[in-house]
């Protein structure tokens, strides 16, 4: 048992849903509880689909246990081919289903339908949603290229010269509830259009059954999700002979090497007449003098893996930010975020705990807070300004407008997300210089439209309430008191740092011997770590 308020993910057969929702000519029956329609809600209400998903459920009650639920799946199972008539089917089960055993996947394949069956093993138990997307779309995929003659392998990675045609790639991962896919694939499209290479299947967004079948057809796969699609990439690679780029084009410098490792896959050379770099903003954005006050900000990074990893180089390596703690709920990715955490000399947290998040958000004391949903609400109650990265994710991340997060525009997209919470550079200075404003008080940012008053003294101490409470439990480890003056030192700080000197000028007493802090132990903690 675990005591679990909010789950960064939801249980495989909302993954399994995604990938059928996400595809044409698929259905899916899921053996599960009247009440699991909940599900139907993520894509009609958070995606705004304007159709059902693809998905019949056997919705059993109690007095059904009494019965025989095995009936009442196939009975689903024929209405279902009957009236939607799909390509495709999918048969699963739910957690309540799991325990009661139908093993409803066997019993569609003895139904003798005609129509390919890809009955499902997602163990609600131990996976998550993640697994249970991408198990769905190797599963689909395997079952529906099992008959696909050898002669489709493909020899070498120029053979689309030797066949005169323009090289081909599939672009895999994108699905429904994942960040920004419908953006990332017109973006990640359009700049290989640029580069004159075709795509020849995009799954399982907008793919049928059909286009799965042709996928044996691309010179290289590019996996944009690894979390959804890897292990299809490897294995169609294992199977047919076709590589697959490692490298997620989120960020200017991703980007720029997504291309080069693409290109050396295809044995097609790089044009230079297309000047990439010219291509993003960001670069000159976060160049111009604008944003020096961005340099050296304090940034906690938290998500699923692919995001996560993409975020911390965009915020050391382009703008300038300094990762102060990184982590993320995806554990399959624990390996990659542990490593990259060693880079920016941190420990990464694979949790899925938000709760774990918080103290870590809290500990770390950072500026900004780059998050899922769930750290939007951690950094709210902290006071901390905070941009949503990854899933998952509410309504207001799948908006009208394009918001890519690959390739060149992504990047602009990146810039403008991230630096908006932030202060203002002149804001930020002027706060700092004269603090006694009836308006631009401390912790006021004008530029989100807060009212002036944003620091009255209420919320300024409940917005430090956790700092406050973090400073409070070390005090009562070693009864460390701050004098008046120490106080009214502390408050000359610019509010955004004020939580991490504190803890340093603590640390500093603490190692010093001294129980008092005023004035003078500050200023001695700030040159002690100026050092
Ligand atoms: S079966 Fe699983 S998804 Fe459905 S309500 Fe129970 S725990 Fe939630």
């Not at 309540?96 to 996947?105: C, K, M, N, S, V």
């Not at 209420?458 to 700092?467: F, G, Y």
């Amino acid at each position: 048992m675990e005591l679990t308020l909010w789950t960064y993910e939801g249980p495989p057969h909302i993954g399994a849903m995604r990938i059928a929702s996400s595809m044409k000519g698929v259905h899916y029956v899921l053996h599960a509880p009247q009440g699991d329609t909940y599900a139907d809600l993520l894509f009609t209400m958070i995606e705004r689909r304007g159709t059902r998903p693809p998905v019949t459920y056997t919705t059993f009650q109690a007095r059904d246990l009494g019965g025989d639920t095995a009936e009442l799946v196939k009975g689903h199972i024929h209405e279902a081919v009957e009236r939607f008539k799909p390509e495709a089917l999918l048969v699963g089960e739910s957690c309540t289903a799991e325990l009661i055993q139908d093993q409803p996947g066997s019993l569609a394949k003895g139904l003798g339908l005609d129509l390919p069956i890809v009955g499902l093993e997602l163990p609600a138990y131990s996976k998550k949603e993640n697994w249970g997307a991408a198990e769905t779309l190797y599963q689909l995929v395997r079952g529906l290229l099992k008959d696909i003659p050898q002669e489709t392998l493909k020899q070498s990675k120029t053979s689309w010269k030797d066949e005169g045609r323009r090289p081909r790639v599939n672009l895999l991962g994108p699905s429904l509830l994942g960040f920004r896919c419908r953006d990332d694939v017109l973006e990640i499209q359009k700049i290989l259009g640029e580069h004159g290479i075709d795509i020849n299947v995009i799954a399982p967004l907008g793919a049928s059954p059909a286009d799965i079948t042709r996928l044996p057809k691309a010179d290289v796969n590019i996996c944009l999700y690894p979390e959804i699609a890897e292990s299809t990439c490897i294995w169609l690679e294992r199977n047919f002979n076709i590589p697959f780029t490692k490298t997620i084009p989120i960020g200017v410098k991703a980007t720029h090497e997504f291309l080069d490792e693409l290109h050396e896959l295809l044995g097609l050379e790089l044009s230079s007449s297309i000047n990439q770099n010219n291509q993003s903003k960001l670069p000159w954005y976060s160049k111009s003098v604008d944003s020096n006050y961005l340099t050296g900000k304090r940034v906690f990074i938290f998500g699923d893996g692919t995001h996560v990893l993409a975020a911390a180089r965009i915020a050391k390596e382009e703008l300038g930010f300094e990762v102060v703690g990184m982590g993320t709920y995806s554990r399959e990715m624990a390996r990659k975020v542990r490593s990259a955490a060693k880079e920016h000399e941190i420990e990464a947290l694979i949790t899925n705990d938000y709760l774990e998040v918080e103290e870590a958000i809290k500990e770390s004391a950072p500026e900004l807070v780059l998050g899922t949903q769930m750290e939007r609400h951690s950094a709210k109650r902290l006071g901390i300004p905070c941009a949503v990265i990854s899933t998952p994710m509410h309504v207001q991340d799948v908006p009208a407008r394009y918001s890519p997060q690959m390739g060149w525009e992504g990047a602009n997209v990146i810039f403008d997300d991230w630096v908006h919470p932030l202060m203002m550079g002149l804001e930020e200075h002027l706060i700092g210089m004269f603090r006694h404003d009836f308006e631009f008080t401390d912790g006021h940012q004008s530029h989100l439209g807060h009212l002036g008053g944003h620091s009255s003294t209420n919320e300024v101490s409940s917005q430090n309430a956790p700092i406050q409470e973090l400073s409070n439990k070390i005090d009562s480890q070693k009864a460390l008191h701050w004098t008046k003056e120490g106080e009214s030192e502390l408050a000359k700080i610019p509010f955004f740092v004020r939580g991490k000197v504190r803890r340093n000028t603590e640390i500093y007493a603490r190692e010093a011997g001294c129980t008092e802090i005023n004035g003078e132990t500050l200023l001695d903690a700030k040159a002690h770590f100026a050092k």
